[in-house]
């Protein structure tokens, strides 16, 4: 059976469902499955953008609510087949800045969600997006699902214990969950209002504005970047397997790359744009993790998963999409409109 | 230079200070420091008990205020040299209840601690109480503090995840904190209300009470349990030498018991009571973590710290103390008297 088979008249749920990931995913499923509904607050410099729908708006229900809201989180779950859980504070850099509204989000949310099915849908099953960011810095590279996390973040820490809030719950109160540790994901549909989550696609409108890419320290670090797709693809791969009940999953692309060579892929793409090389600002060096390569061999044999879409593909279709629709992505207040 | 001199003519802030570990450790710094502060909210059911200070209430200061106060916790910390960090919610059972509440102590707590000492006191130094119920369901015995932690409960979540919020703002706000993650503790000025924390000290009561002893299953699981005193004097320690900043420390006793020999122990140290064998209770079961034997060579390594006092002599001094102060610890309403 085809993955895509399990939602076939399925209804699902998507929190975040207007954002990056969690619009991408609803676009996959537009063909197979019976209801999508998404969940999402729209905070303004979140990821959440109406204009992300626009081409499927009508095939699917859109509900404009907190995660933190238990009343509308209640009804919200109630039937739902499957639950693509991807709302969240996403932004290292605040965590540290505001540690409670990140708690608040990225804990408090996630329980109230839990809570719910508990509570009116225990036959849920529900996919967390975890992040590679629950890890820390590594012992060793690539990292697989076994490393220690210890994470050097607020926002690490928070996705972290959510993460093990849902295994928790899928344990002890005979729940179906599961998380996949995303690495960093790039493509069509992330917000571009500002460089605070996922600098890869900051970096592509700086390039695509002719603007100056800075580059801290000499950007040797090792990164590992996943297309969106290829992403979208896990999720759903993940959500039709009953075996990947109470699992973790890295994703990673096997092709690790150099920041400072991403940088310049980025350029070479977009035609335009330059970078420059600025030591290190204080409030990124504390919470930078160094190197990042990882073993995804897990989901890859567990569930034939592995990446499709490399670097100079990706970044070409990126780019051609915020060329086209660059207006919906650039102004701050673009996100809000109704 | 002896531990203790390290906290003559300071300061010293105790959370959780009318408790169980919060009384014990001020007792033990009566005589060398300036000031001691104990910042406690007193929750019912918690093990907060102004008896617990009887003997020497007119050589502290109290604080009657939840740790979630960020204003008493802004002041409460200013000037302090050190602080034991041990306020919170401990019931493995209720953080699965009601793991909001859990998590507003456990996580919400400590962030208003760490928010008021980066902004009013960056020079705490800042000692954590994990918990051995970070780790989880062991993958091998004794545990060493590299052993991962994947907890079963959400009260072991959210103490892992604030272990990490302290290690995190030590590192990145040069602050200085540390973590003991502390066995299952006995002794005197324990709770005695309820069995919901420290199973040992209940089992003590019923003992006492010349009640039935109630074993899960076949109680041949491992336990390693401390007494309270040389948990003091390892929380002293650490406070003491600056190499213990950003570091975790197990304690241990070295001699791991099997959990229905403990239960013999107690009945012949009470001299009355008995004991009976019921199947697991669901709650239980789902979150019981098996075998627990705790490696704890680095704290004894680095520090010198290992347990002086051993089974027999702690469960006779902790059954001579109840016996004594029995009616301040039996009754429901006793610890609010104020």
């Known amino acids: 059976m085809n993955y895509i088979d399990a939602y076939k008249n399925k209804r699902v749920l998507?929190?975040?469902?207007?954002?990056?990931l969690g619009s991408n995913l609803a676009e996959a499923l537009l063909d197979t499955a019976k209801e999508i509904i998404l969940y999402d607050a729209l905070i303004p410099m979140y990821g959440g953008n109406l204009f992300n729908i626009q081409n499927f708006k009508d095939k699917v229900s859109v509900i404009i609510a907190d995660t933190r809201d238990a009343e509308k989180m209640n009804e919200a779950v109630k039937g739902v087949d499957f639950i693509f859980n991807i709302a969240?504070?996403?932004?290292?850099?605040?965590?540290m800045i505001d540690p409670f509204y990140d708690m608040d989000i990225n804990c408090r949310g996630n329980l109230v969600l839990l809570e719910a099915c508990k509570k009116h849908n225990k036959d849920?099953?529900?996919?967390?997006?975890?992040?590679?960011?629950?890890?820390?810095?590594?012992?060793?590279?690539?990292?697989d699902e076994k490393h220690k996390m210890e994470p050097t973040d607020i926002y690490g820490v928070n996705k972290m214990a959510a993460e093990h809030y849902h295994l928790i719950y899928s344990k002890a109160f005979d729940m179906w969950a599961c998380s996949l540790r995303i690495n960093?994901?790039?493509?069509?549909r992330h917000q571009m209002k500002h460089g605070k989550y996922g600098i890869l696609n900051w970096f592509i409108r700086l390039a695509l504005d002719n603007g100056v890419i800075k580059v801290f320290g000499d950007g040797a670090q090792l990164r590992d970047y996943n297309y969106v797709d290829d992403v979208t693809r896990a999720?759903?791969?993940?959500?039709?397997?009953?075996?990947?009940?109470?699992?973790?999953y890295n994703l990673g692309s096997g092709k690790q790359i150099k920041f400072i060579d991403l940088v310049k892929d980025v350029l070479n793409a977009a035609g335009s744009g330059s970078y420059?090389?600025?030591?290190?600002?204080?409030d990124r060096e504390v919470i930078e993790i160094g190197d990042y390569v990882a073993d995804f061999s897990k989901i890859k044999n567990e569930l034939g998963w592995e990446p499709k879409v490399f670097m100079e593909e990706g970044l070409k279709k990126t780019c051609d999409y915020y060329k086209k629709y660059k207006s919906e992505y650039w102004d701050w207040h673009q996100s809000c409109k109704i």
């Open 235 to 248: 999720f759903l791969l993940t959500g039709s397997d009953d075996k990947c009940r109470n699992q973790v």
């Open 276 to 282: 420059e090389q600025i030591p290190w600002p204080k």
């Open 88 to 95: 969240g504070q996403v932004s290292h850099v605040d965590s």
């Open 14 to 20: 998507i929190t975040g469902g207007l954002g990056f």
């Open 184 to 188: 960093n994901t790039y493509g069509p």
């Open 124 to 143: 849920a099953k529900i996919i967390y997006a975890g992040t590679r960011g629950q890890y820390g810095k590594l012992d060793y590279i690539p990292v």
